[in-house]
Nanobody, 123 residues
Framework: QVQLVESGGGLVQAGGSLRLSCAPS????????MGWFRQAPGKEREFVAA????????YYADSVKGRFTISRGNVKNTVYLQMNSLKPEDTAVYYC????????????????WGQGTQVTVSS
């Protein structure tokens, strides 16, 4: 069974930091593009960041550029999202996803999705 399991969410004050992790299981995702998306209450799910299979290319939404960093770990293909200078508007459920091909910023490109982890930023 293929799974993407997110962890690292929680409650943090504005200006603080969190690191999200995405641990794949059931298959290797080494060649897949890995992405992070988020969905705030009452809003559509939106793209946050993505990293290519080789880890060479990264992509970010304008709203998180300079504050968030996506990376791939060496252990078990884990993908991380380091989130710094968090703002209340970053509050959302964050989802990890994997794509074989396609536009990295488009949800339809992603075939596998995690269950999400809640991030809440207080003002």
């Amino acid at each position: 069974q293929v799974q993407l399991v997110e962890s690292g969410g929680g409650l943090v004050q504005a200006g603080g930091s969190l690191r999200l992790s995405c641990a794949p299981s059931g298959r290797t995702f080494v060649t897949y593009t890995m992405g992070w998306f988020r969905q705030a209450p009452g809003k559509e799910r939106e793209f946050v960041a993505a990293i290519s299979g080789a880890g060479i290319s990264t992509y970010y939404a304008d709203s998180v550029k300079g504050r968030f960093t996506i990376s791939r770990g060496n252990v078990k293909n884990t993908v991380y999202l380091q989130m710094n200078s968090l703002k209340p508007e970053d509050t959302a459920v964050y989802y990890c996803a994997a794509a074989i091909r396609g536009d990295e910023m488009v949800q339809a490109s992603y075939h596998y999705w995690g269950q999400g982890t809640q991030v809440t930023v207080s003002s």
